[in-house]
């Protein structure tokens, strides 16, 4: 995989994040965004590819998560013939000590699929979202990328 953008989004304790991107690639299932949780100091809590792979101490080494995950791309080939140019919505929302990932990808097939990494731990005052790729490239829609959202928590 290639190296991250450093572009990293810092999430504070209680807050979310969103993303807007249009995914370019999809030769093979990790050929797509992933998405790195990390530290300010660059050491990573875990990687997170589109097809519901992902490592790092946070998520229990290398290989499918030991964390709570999921994805509705069904069956491989159909999800990844619409990935290229897919447009993808990524939330991260730092929950205190925890982190969320939601992505939910439009393909161009029309396929809506969804994923999320659950209860992610993290030192809830040190979150940072950045993105690298695998062979394959990302647009951002600048208009509507990181924007701030807040939890229910943080509203109280």
């Not at 965004?33 to 946070?58: H, Q, T």
């Not at 290989?63 to 990844?80: D, F, M």
């Not at 940072?128 to 943080?154: E, G, I, M, P, Q």
Request: hydrophobic share 40%; glycine share 10%.
């Amino acid at each position: 995989w290639s190296a991250h953008l450093d572009a990293d989004v810092h999430v504070p304790s209680g807050e979310a994040r969103a993303f807007s991107l249009t995914n370019y690639g999809a030769a093979g299932n990790w050929n797509n965004y992933v998405i790195v949780l990390r530290k300010a100091d660059l050491s990573e809590y875990g990687v997170f590819r589109s097809d519901n792979w992902g490592w790092g101490n946070a998520v229990g080494g290398d290989g499918a998560p030991s964390i709570s995950h999921a994805g509705t791309q069904g069956e491989w080939a159909t999800w990844l013939a619409g990935m290229n140019g897919a447009k993808v919505q990524v939330y991260v929302a730092n929950q205190n000590g925890k982190v969320n990932i939601l992505a939910v990808m439009v393909g161009t097939t029309g396929q809506v699929s969804t994923q999320y990494y659950l209860d992610i731990p993290v030192e809830a005052d040190d979150v940072n979202v950045d993105f690298t790729v695998d062979s394959s490239c990302l647009k951002f829609d600048s208009a509507s990328s990181a924007r701030k959202h807040y939890t229910r928590a943080h509203r109280r």
